[in-house]
């Protein structure tokens, strides 16, 4: 079965990185367009950024472009996200994404903190 597990999260100070990463199974992983998505508290979950299924293509939401890298190793069937300089409203839990077979799939989420 699909299982997507995320890793990485932790709490840092503001100006921060942090690197996530989303280990895949369960599906040709090298085939699949991925996605990281975020939930802050009290907020809807809302879509970070995407990337093609061997990498060529990325897309960002506004409020992470230019501080945020998605990445892929498909031999490793690993998806990564470097965030650099963090800022508070960062804070979330953070998800991967993949839909497979015509349903989303979701990990279980890893807590990005960003205080000081």
């Known amino acids: 079965q699909v299982q997507l597990v995320e890793s990485g999260g932790g709490l840092v100070q503001p100006g921060g990185s942090l690197t996530l990463s989303c280990a895949a199974s369960g599906f040709t992983f090298s085939r699949y367009a991925m996605r990281w998505y975020r939930r802050a508290p009290g907020k809807e979950r809302e879509w970070v950024a995407g990337?093609?299924?061997?990498?060529?293509?990325?897309s960002y939401a506004d409020s992470v472009k230019g501080r945020f890298t998605i990445s892929r190793d498909n031999a490793k069937k690993t998806m990564y996200l470097q965030m650099n300089s963090l800022k508070p409203e960062d804070t979330a839990v953070y998800y991967c994404?993949?839909?497979?077979?015509?349903?989303?799939?979701w990990g279980q989420g890893t807590q990005v903190t960003v205080s000081s």
């Open positions: 994404n993949v839909l497979f077979s015509g349903v989303n799939y």
């Open positions: 990337i093609s299924n061997v990498g060529g293509t990325t």
